[in-house]
């Protein structure tokens, strides 16, 4: 069982940064491949950002790629999610998620464990 709580959201401008961060509680954690998600008023949720267990490994959705960079650390249990030049389009409520298991990483129904989100907001 793994329980997730983001933090960092907020309003700001286009063009500018922040920096997400999902804190884990559970043993099982570092055993955890995690992503990120979002989801857009009246869209569904997409995909955004995974990264392997060890942190090796990330992967991201062509629309934030070379903007967003994933990172974890597993001492700290928790999973970060810099966001840089971000746009009006990158605004939704983001989302930590746990995958204990195998599937794909792209799919929201691989990812067992959720946060409640965080709304980030961006004006142009």
């Known amino acids: 069982q793994v329980q997730l709580v983001e933090s960092g959201g907020g309003l700001v401008q286009a063009g500018s940064s922040l920096r997400l961060s999902c804190a884990a509680s559970g043993r099982t954690f570092a055993s955890n491949a995690m992503g990120w998600f979002r989801q857009a008023p009246g869209k569904e949720r997409e995909f955004v950002a995974a990264v392997n267990w060890s942190g090796s490994s990330t992967y991201y959705a062509d629309s934030v790629k070379g903007r967003f960079t994933i990172s974890r650390d597993n001492a700290k249990n928790a999973v970060y999610l810099q966001m840089n030049a971000l746009k009006p389009e990158d605004t939704a409520i983001y989302y930590c998620?746990?995958?204990?298991?195998?599937?794909?990483?792209?799919?929201?129904?691989?990812?067992?464990?959720w946060g409640q989100g965080t709304q980030v907001t961006v004006s142009s």
């Open positions: 998620a746990a995958r204990p298991r195998g599937g794909s990483r792209y799919s929201s129904e691989a990812y067992d464990y």
